[in-house]
């Protein structure tokens, strides 16, 4: 019942919502009212919002400039230094990291659809452009295989809605 009053009433909302919790834990693990309740509050469940408003409703809403700043805000929680670049003219890099002497891009797609293979291929060139070796796409939405396949082989780590959603709760 405590899950399902943030589901708008959807089955497959609450299959989609106790999915992401069992993921953290082996296969066969039980969910009870306490691991809920932690989960919710750290998924942003509970924050005296409606219950219809969810973490991944409230990525999607953003301008694109407050999805760059979530973005950046992630990063520094990694012991990364993050600066936003110009909304005009970033040539497909949304945000310059820095740690340990590396220097890398990150490009932000705020999205519904999957994002494609051609971002990707579009991305590693913005990488080269900017000098950097370490890229990350962070996206509202999911990657397509041939967009995962590209990047694995070009070092680009893609960050879809579930892992936003995960390095939010994990700060």
């Not at 919710?40 to 301008?63: H, I, W, Y």
């Amino acid at each position: 019942m405590l899950m399902a009053g943030h589901c708008q009433g959807t089955p497959g909302h609450a299959d989609a919502l106790l999915k992401r919790i069992r993921r953290h834990y082996e296969s066969g693990f039980s969910v009870n009212k306490e691991l809920a309740t932690l989960f919710l509050n750290l998924l942003g469940f509970n924050k005296g919002e409606p219950a219809n408003v969810t973490v991944a409703d409230r990525l999607r809403t953003m301008s694109g400039v407050e999805f760059e700043q979530f973005v950046a805000h992630l990063f520094g929680g990694l012991g990364y230094s993050a600066e936003l670049t110009p909304i005009t003219g970033d040539h497909g890099v949304d945000i310059l990291i820095r740690k340990e002497g590396k220097a890398g891009a990150v490009q932000c797609k705020r999205w519904e659809d999957p994002v494609g293979e051609p971002v990707v291929r579009d991305f590693l060139g913005a990488m080269m452009g900017a000098g950097v070796t370490v890229g990350y796409i962070a996206a509202t939405s999911v990657f397509t295989t041939q967009a995962q396949e590209f990047a694995q082989k070009h070092g680009i780590r893609l960050l879809d809605l579930d892992a936003l959603i995960e390095m939010a709760a994990s700060r």
